[in-house]
């Protein structure tokens, strides 16, 4: 039998290179979104083979590419902020009266919106925004974004307001304090981390969405940022590759930052079973 300290050493071994390889998977597209933008004939390989910011000149010279990148950020926060509004209070009222069957009206919408998605349900959500008048317009993209996304946000913050102490509102109510007053002073600040993970999560849905606002959308003017992009493509499909770079790199900076302010302002920090 090999030596105990040698089979430790070749199980080490084995765990590191298949970590590495796994990091180079993941970590490739990103190096190629970091030098593909700089490189004035980029390719599918990573490198740099002559430092150029021309790309990003003629991006900038395009019409419809930084606006499309302000039309993603009021479709993605006006999404955002119907589904966390809408969710809250929704979660709130089912995680605090008892309502006969809540459960399982809660795991019906969950298993509709994720069976019937927003692709299946493309032709009647046309139909309704073609009679409601919300065609080419924003308000209606944001409210079929909002209807989609808000059955999951519910079951997500609903967990989140079941562990906030029951105690800290029938204190408030002995003062006096209004259901509205209940839950803006005491429930949201407790339920913050699941607020911030909320409203990241349909902010980066909205933000990788093509097809909805492809199909509701038919000012160029409008378009988001995920239909612009498709416009680097030629008539035969070919893509632009300088262009597209480019433009992913500004595409994805919105969306990362985001993610580093909530990390950083309201990650999950756990203080005596209370999430904050």
């Known amino acids: 039998m090999k030596d105990p300290a040698v089979r430790a050493a070749l199980a080490k071994i084995g765990r590191y290179t298949f970590l590495s390889v796994l990091l180079g ?11 593909a933008p700089f490189n004035a004939h980029p390719t599918l390989d990573v490198s740099i083979s002559s430092f150029t910011l021309h790309n990003f000149s003629v991006l900038l010279k395009d019409p419809y590419a ?22 809250a209070a929704a979660a709130y009222a089912l995680s605090r009266v008892r309502v006969p069957g809540r459960d399982g009206i809660l795991y019906a ?6 069976i019937v998605t927003g692709t299946a349900a493309m032709v009647p959500l046309f139909q309704l925004a073609f009679k409601l008048h919300l065609i080419d317009s924003r308000v209606g993209v944001i409210l079929v974004f ?4 808000i059955p999951a946000a519910i079951f997500i913050l609903k967990d989140f307001t079941d562990t906030t102490p029951k105690s800290y509102e029938e204190s408030a109510r002995v003062f006096g304090a209004s259901p509205f007053q209940i839950m803006r002073h005491i429930v949201l600040p407790m339920i913050r981390p699941g607020l911030a993970t909320v409203t990241v999560w349909a902010v980066v849905n909205v933000w990788s969405s093509f097809l909805i606002p492809y199909i509701l959308v038919r000012n160029p003017d409008k378009y988001p940022a995920s239909v612009v992009l498709y416009t680097f493509y030629t008539e035969g499909g070919q893509p632009n590759l300088a262009l597209i770079s480019a433009f992913s790199l500004l595409y994805s900076i919105p969306v990362i930052v985001l993610y580093l302010f909530v990390s950083h302002r309201y990650g999950f920090r756990f203080h005596g079973g209370i999430k904050r």
């Open 109 to 114: 919408l969950l298993l509709l919106s994720s």
């Open 66 to 87: 930084l606006p499309s990148l302000w039309n993603s950020l009021l479709l993605a926060g006006g999404t955002a902020l119907l589904t966390v509004g809408f969710a």
């Open 25 to 35: 998977f993941f970590a490739l597209p990103m190096l190629w979104l970091a030098s």
């Open 146 to 149: 909002t209807g989609g996304l």
